[in-house]
């Protein structure tokens, strides 16, 4: 059957290889930002997160890096394991009017090859 | 419970019948949001719910889409007179307070199939 991943931006690595699943967000006055995994047939999950005072933050084998001139948003993910397999999402945070919604992107979906 | 949940997982409906979709959210979070999946795309959002203001309903692609949150918990999605098009997967998503480092935990989703 059809996968969630066959019409995104697809990234295939190698097990133990690095990854970087970049994506560009829209509002230069969005203040938080999440990077969050999604597999097949489930919610997406909260992987690491960064507010727009820092332009990096590590976590445990994740990195993410904030450049706010470009607004580019990168998720660096060492050692990559087939466990990570997954379609990657980046959102955005603003609030407007008393609303704080995020707003994804389109996703990637990363291919790990043992 | 410990997390958001959703039901039903499921739901396969006949072309012009209402669903209602239903979305318990963690215990104590006043934000709620819907968002829609269609295969293969990013998170379409739907609505957003905060405590006792009104809901910001601008993602809402048509009348026949509403959600009601009763209580300040259980949210509940309502499509009335399906389409094709409505096939998708719905996910709620529910977080703390609305506000940077306050992440949004994500429900499992209910996979809508209208025929």
């Known amino acids: 059957g059809e996968s969630v991943g066959l019409h995104l931006p697809t990234l295939s690595v190698q097990e133990g290889d690095n990854s970087i699943i970049n994506c560009a967000y829209s509002?230069?006055?969005?203040?938080?930002f999440i990077w969050y995994k999604q597999e097949s047939g489930k919610g997406p999950q909260f992987i690491i997160d960064?507010?727009?005072?820092?332009d990096k933050r590590q976590g445990q084998r994740v990195t993410v890096l904030l450049n706010k001139t470009v607004k580019h948003l990168s998720l660096q993910i060492a050692a990559t394991q087939p466990g990570d397999s997954a379609v990657y999402f980046c959102?955005?945070?603003?609030?407007?009017?008393?609303?704080?919604?995020?707003?994804f992107g389109r996703g990637t979906s990363l291919i790990v090859h043992p | 419970g410990a997390g958001v949940s959703q039901s039903p997982s499921n739901k396969v409906t006949e072309k012009g019948k209402d669903v209602e979709l239903r979305c318990d959210p963690i215990?104590?979070?006043?934000?709620l949001y819907w968002y829609r999946q269609s295969l293969g795309q990013g998170l379409e959002f739907l609505i957003y719910?905060?405590?006792?203001?009104?809901?910001?309903k601008s993602g809402l692609p048509s009348d026949r889409f509403s959600a009601e949150r009763t209580g300040g918990s259980v949210s509940t999605l309502t499509i009335q007179r399906t389409q094709q098009e409505d096939s998708a997967v719905y996910l709620c998503?529910?977080?703390?307070?609305?506000?940077?480092?306050?992440?949004?935990?994500f429900g499992q989703g209910t996979r809508l199939t209208v025929v």
């Open positions: 998503a529910s977080s703390l307070t609305p506000g940077p480092g306050t992440e949004a935990f």
């Open positions: 509002n230069s006055a969005s203040d938080y």
């Open positions: 960064i507010r727009s005072n820092m």
């Open positions: 959102a955005e945070f603003k609030g407007s009017g008393g609303s704080y919604i995020p707003t």
């Open positions: 215990s104590g979070h006043t934000a």
């Open positions: 719910f905060q405590g006792n203001s009104a809901p910001d």
